[in-house]
T-cell receptor, first 114, second 112 residues
Framework: GAGVSQSPSNKVTEKGKDVELRCDPISGHTALYWYRQRLGQGLEFLIY????????KSGLPSDRFSAERTGESVSTLTIQRTQQEDSAVYLC????????????FGPGTRLTVL | AQSVSQHNHHVILSEAASLELGCNYS??????LFWYVQYPGQHLQLLLKYFSGDPLVKGIKGFEAEFIKSKFSFNLRKPSVQWSDTAEYFC??????????FGKGTKLSVKP
């Protein structure tokens, strides 16, 4: 595709529900990153995939967060039993290779937990 | 752990004024540095990046940044801003997993 796409663009959910956020990276990009931006704060790194492998999951905020990636394409970020503090914009980025290659960002998913 | 500081939260300038946005990072070794911009309603996009070589880096739309290793700084500059430069600007450094570690961002408002 032309760029990184994310869906849904907006998600409103009730506290305690599970949500699934999707990211479609640029075709051919092996590296994929998830970040989140809470109101008034900078972007916080969550997890990184090289291919379909996530070498380090320590950036995920809690065990309610999980992510997976199918091959070198779509990734999903799942938040179980959502809490109000999970409200944020979740951004996905991809790059040709990990490290110094430019990361291209998607438009984000705005998650609101009521 | 690496960290990035952007000291200006909100900068307001008139058109044609000069711009300098501060960015400091914490790590003393080899660093890869970036400035990203987010225009209203748009995606984050890369303005410029520094990996090695000439410490004065030129980016898109007339922006430049200077890497000063002794000051752990990578300040963004533009000699004459336009209304269309109104946006949020983020400084970032590469982390251990190739991820970006961002500062909290600086909102720039340019008055026509």
């Amino acid at each position: 595709g032309a760029g990184v796409s994310q869906s849904p663009s907006n998600k409103v959910t009730e506290k305690g529900k599970d949500v699934e956020l999707r990211c479609d990276p640029i075709s051919g990009h092996t590296a994929l990153y998830w970040y989140r931006q809470r109101l008034g704060q900078g972007l916080e790194f969550l997890i990184y995939f090289q291919g379909n492998s996530a070498p380090d999951k320590s950036g995920l905020p809690s065990d309610r967060f999980s992510a997976e990636r199918t091959g070198e394409s779509v990734s999903t970020l799942t938040i179980q039993r959502t809490q109000q503090e999970d409200s944020a914009v979740y951004l996905c980025a991809s790059s040709l290779r990990p490290g110094t290659d430019t990361q291209y960002f998607g438009p984000g998913t705005r998650l609101t937990v009521l | 752990a690496q960290s990035v500081s952007q000291h200006n939260h909100h900068v307001i300038l008139s058109e044609a004024a000069s711009l300098e946005l501060g960015c400091n990072y914490s790590y003393g070794g080899t660093v890869n540095l970036f400035w990203y911009v987010q225009y209203p309603g748009q995606h984050l996009q890369l303005l410029l990046k520094y990996f090695s070589g000439d410490p004065l880096v030129k980016g898109i739309k007339g922006f430049e940044a200077e890497f000063i290793k002794s000051k752990f700084s990578f300040n963004l500059r533009k000699p004459s801003v336009q209304w269309s430069d109104t946006a949020e600007y983020f400084c970032a450094v590469t982390g251990s997993q190739g991820n970006l570690i961002f500062g909290k961002g600086t909102k720039l408002s340019v008055k026509p």
